[in-house]
C-alpha cells in the first residue's frame, strides 16, 4: 500500500514557474515508477509525465515537454514536478500517481493516487 501526498500547487502568472511535490508513504518506493497527471474541468484527466523506477527513463507528455521536469529522490521517497513557463492552459488540478513496474502514461495503469493539487496560471 502506498499513499501519496501533493503540495507546491498555487496562483502563478504566465511565464513563472511552481514546484510540485508528491510525498509517498510505504515500502519499496524506488520500485515504484511515478507519473504526474491533470484534470482541468469538463476535461479528461491527462498525462504530464512518468519517470519509472529507480528514475532511469523520464517521459513527457508533448504539452509539456522542454518546460517541465519531473525528478525522483528516493531517500525521501518523494517525486517532483518542476514547471517553468507557465502557460494559462497548463491551469488543472494536478495528481501523482504510483505503479509498480514500469512507467506509463495511461492513468488507467496506476494503482495509487493523491487527492491533488491546485495550480491555477493567469494570464
Known amino acids: 500500500q502506498v499513499q501519496l501526498v501533493e503540495s507546491g500547487g498555487g496562483l502563478v502568472q504566465a511565464g513563472g514557474s511552481l514546484r510540485l511535490s508528491c510525498a509517498a508513504s510505504?515500502?519499496?518506493?524506488?520500485?515504484?515508477?511515478m507519473g504526474w497527471f491533470r484534470q482541468a474541468p469538463g476535461k479528461e484527466r491527462e498525462f504530464v509525465a512518468a519517470?519509472?523506477?529507480?528514475?532511469?527513463?523520464?517521459v513527457y507528455a508533448d504539452s509539456v515537454k522542454g518546460r517541465f521536469t519531473i525528478s525522483r529522490d528516493d531517500a525521501k521517497n518523494t517525486v517532483y514536478l518542476q514547471m517553468n513557463s507557465l502557460k494559462p492552459e497548463d491551469s488543472a488540478v494536478y495528481y501523482c500517481?504510483?505503479?509498480?513496474?514500469?512507467?506509463?502514461?495511461?492513468?488507467?495503469?496506476?494503482?495509487?493516487w493523491g487527492q491533488g493539487t491546485q495550480v491555477t496560471v493567469s494570464s
Open positions: 500517481a504510483a505503479r509498480p513496474g514500469r512507467d506509463s502514461s495511461d492513468y488507467r495503469q496506476y494503482d495509487y
Open positions: 519517470i519509472s523506477w529507480y528514475g532511469v527513463d523520464t
Open positions: 510505504g515500502r519499496a518506493f524506488s520500485t515504484y515508477a
